[in-house]
T-cell receptor
Framework: GDSVTQMEGPVTLSEEAFLTINCTYTATGYPSLFWYVQYPGEGLQLLLKATKADDKGSNKGFEATYRKETTSFHLEKGSVQVSDSAVYFCALSGTGNQFYFGTGTSLTVIP | ETGVTQTPRHLVMGMTNKKSLKCEQHLGHNAMYWYKQSAKKPLELMFVYNFKEQTENNSVPSRFSPECPNSSHLFLHLHTLQPEDSALYLC?????????????FGAGTRLSVL
């Protein structure tokens, strides 16, 4: 069945460091891919999405490219800020219209 | 503010209690979802409703009973829960069940079962 695997955390970075959170997926057909972010005490919010191969989703300085050849959707940001501290979830929506979420990666950015 | 409101935010209950979680969305969406979020596990989809009709029940124990009286409201009735049911319960909504639709989440209800 469809599934998402993302790197385990927690991840701790200094402010202005480069961020990569890896995400790979297994799916039949052509899923849509998403990154959601959960700030402390809040629900999940959509960060970015890509609906077909080679699409790049971007928002708030974060980017992720839908790579069908490597079945990946890695999240990157060139310079993280303290306010980026949160839990990041990779997700896909494919056959059956179900969403499949990863386990989440906790990011802490220190000044 | 995502337009999806969940109450209560925190709930502590004993194993013999009966309680209900409430979710309300002001987005005009037609699909609503219940998820369970436990530490170090993927989000678990529990139930899906589309136009008030249940379309998914992912093998959820009968001690969890959903109710969707209209497209804006979703309830999760709880009875005789177990300690392993302690988790964050998230409600979400989307315009429809189409795969590309974004889901909008509430802040969740943190449930502790003693």
């Amino acid at each position: 069945g469809d599934s998402v695997t993302q790197m385990e955390g927690p991840v701790t970075l200094s402010e202005e460091a480069f961020l990569t959170i890896n995400c790979t997926y297994t799916a039949t057909g052509y899923p849509s891919l998403f990154w959601y972010v959960q700030y402390p005490g809040e629900g999940l919010q959509l960060l970015l999405k890509a609906t077909k191969a080679d699409d790049k989703g971007s928002n708030k300085g974060f980017e992720a490219t839908y790579r069908k050849e490597t079945t990946s959707f890695h999240l990157e940001k060139g310079s993280v800020q303290v306010s980026d501290s949160a839990v990041y979830f990779c997700a896909l929506s494919g056959t059956g219209n179900q969403f499949y979420f990863g386990t989440g990666t906790s990011l802490t950015v220190i000044p | 503010e995502t337009g999806v409101t969940q109450t209560p935010r925190h709930l502590v209950m004993g194993m013999t209690n009966k309680k209900s979680l409430k979710c309300e969305q002001h987005l005009g969406h037609n699909a609503m979802y219940w998820y369970k979020q436990s530490a170090k596990k993927p989000l678990e989809l529990m139930f899906v409703y589309n136009f008030k009709e249940q379309t998914e029940n992912n093998s959820v124990p009968s001690r969890f009973s959903p109710e969707c009286p209209n497209s804006s409201h979703l309830f999760l009735h709880l009875h005789t829960l177990q300690p392993e049911d302690s988790a964050l319960y998230l409600c979400a909504s989307s315009p429809s069940l189409v795969a590309k639709n974004i889901q909008y989440f509430g802040a969740g209800t943190r449930l502790s079962v003693l």
